[in-house]
């Protein structure tokens, strides 16, 4: 059973920065397909980054040159390095993953997605 974990959200200033973790505990296989999506209050989610297993990385548009999605193997954790952030990325970040393999085309859509962490909350002001 795969668990996932999510930790360093917070509350920062326009132009801040945030670095969020993801803890993966149970079984998951390098092919998983492993990302982060967001939610902000009265709109849906939203798929914003995700790395597949050969490092390649894939953001939506909103979010690139500002956020970066990593992962540390050994550690068996995600990350989401959030630069220059705006009031506009203030949601609920989450961290999910599945066990077929990522792609460029559906990557961002939810369905495909069976394992969902709690959520860390991202306030922008």
């Known amino acids: 059973h795969v668990q996932l974990v999510e930790s360093g959200g917070g509350s920062v200033q326009t132009g801040g920065s945030l670095r969020l973790s993801c803890q993966v505990s149970?079984?998951?296989?390098?092919?998983?397909?492993m990302a982060w999506f967001r939610q902000a209050p009265g709109k849906e989610r939203e798929g914003v980054a995700t790395?597949?297993?050969?490092?390649?990385?894939y953001y939506t548009d909103s979010v690139k040159g500002r956020f970066t999605i990593s992962k540390d193997r050994p550690k068996r954790s995600l990350y989401l390095q959030l630069d220059e952030l705006k009031p506009e990325d203030t949601a609920m970040f989450y961290c999910?993953?599945?066990?077929?393999?990522?792609?460029?085309?559906?990557?961002?859509?939810?369905?495909?997605?069976?394992?969902w962490g709690q959520g860390t909350q991202v306030t922008v002001s």
């Open positions: 999910v993953a599945d066990s077929a393999r990522c792609y460029s085309y559906n990557w961002y859509e939810p369905f495909r997605y069976t394992y």
């Open positions: 149970g079984f998951i296989h390098p092919n998983y397909c």
């Open positions: 790395i597949d297993s050969f490092g390649n990385t």
